[in-house]
């Protein structure tokens, strides 16, 4: 099927106005990861966490986890736009446009990636002025590689869920009910060896569990399980994910 890049480009730079254009709902999806971060990784500063060395403190466990949960939220509702351009009448309008369904699903896929990108810089920000250390550039720039791939695998769920749902309150109540659960068994907040073993058998078919443990490996040198893992593992439901929401996609009704 023939990519068409001028509708790629197209879609990506209307996902990018409407965020610059969004400056409050921006706000409002940062400010729960920054209260996260302010209240736990400052209240818990102290607190000792298993196999983390160096004297990275809480908030060097935390940081990473707030990263993965802010990329986890916002890539997931990426597909909420799917639901308002159904509504609106633009979905209708670019799915009869003469250019292929996989040019307008790589279009949404690479705006809601810069956007949840650019959400999860931001908090990486935060947490250096809430006392996060990482191991320099090198260690960021890899770092970015774990965030891209949440990012995928979220907006893939995200595509799925919206198009085969037309009830927009409903779409929010349901991937509410879903992310849920892949945030708490990430070991976002609490290290995955204090899980009874079903919990943590759980969690490793959670790919935010790769993601966040990934995170930690590359900012801070201190992972449960070896990078390469969880680069793999995290490459793998990438891959899965965004095949089954552009397949999703191109499958739906317009209307």
């Not at 298993?50 to 986890?65: D, K, N, V």
């Not at 770092?143 to 791939?149: A, H, I, P, T, Y």
């Not at 040198?221 to 793998?236: F, I, K, Y």
Request: glycine fraction near 14%; proline fraction near 4%.
């Amino acid at each position: 099927m023939k990519i068409q890049r001028t509708a790629i480009y197209v879609l990506w730079r209307r996902e990018m106005i409407r965020f610059g254009r969004a400056k409050s709902r921006v706000v409002g999806s940062l400010a729960m990861p920054v209260f996260f971060l302010a209240f736990l990784g400052l209240g818990f500063r102290r607190m000792p966490v298993p196999g983390m060395g160096g004297g990275s403190g809480y908030i060097g466990f935390l940081a990473p986890g707030i990263i993965g949960m802010t990329l986890l939220f916002s890539s997931s509702m990426q597909g909420m736009s799917v639901l308002w351009d159904r509504e609106f009448g633009f979905l209708k309008e670019i799915m009869v446009a003469p250019v292929s369904r996989l040019s307008l699903v790589l279009g949404r896929i690479a705006g809601g990636a810069t956007t949840s990108m650019l959400q999860g810089i931001l908090i990486f920000g935060a947490s250096l002025l809430l006392g996060f250390r990482f191991r320099g550039p090198a260690a960021f720039l890899f770092g970015l590689v774990f965030m891209l791939l949440i990012a995928f695998t979220f907006i893939g769920l995200g595509l799925v869920f919206a198009s085969r749902m037309k009830d927009m309150q409903g779409f929010g109540i349901i991937m509410n009910f879903v992310i849920f659960p892949f945030f708490f068994l990430s070991g976002a907040l609490t290290p995955l060896e204090n899980f009874p073993w079903i919990i943590r058998a759980l969690s490793y078919a959670d790919p935010l569990t790769y993601g966040v443990d990934g995170l930690r490996g590359v900012l801070i040198g201190a992972s449960s399980l070896p990078v390469l893992v969880d680069l793999a593992a995290m490459a793998g439901f990438a891959v899965v994910m965004l095949f089954l929401g552009a397949y999703s996609f191109e499958t739906s009704e317009g209307v």
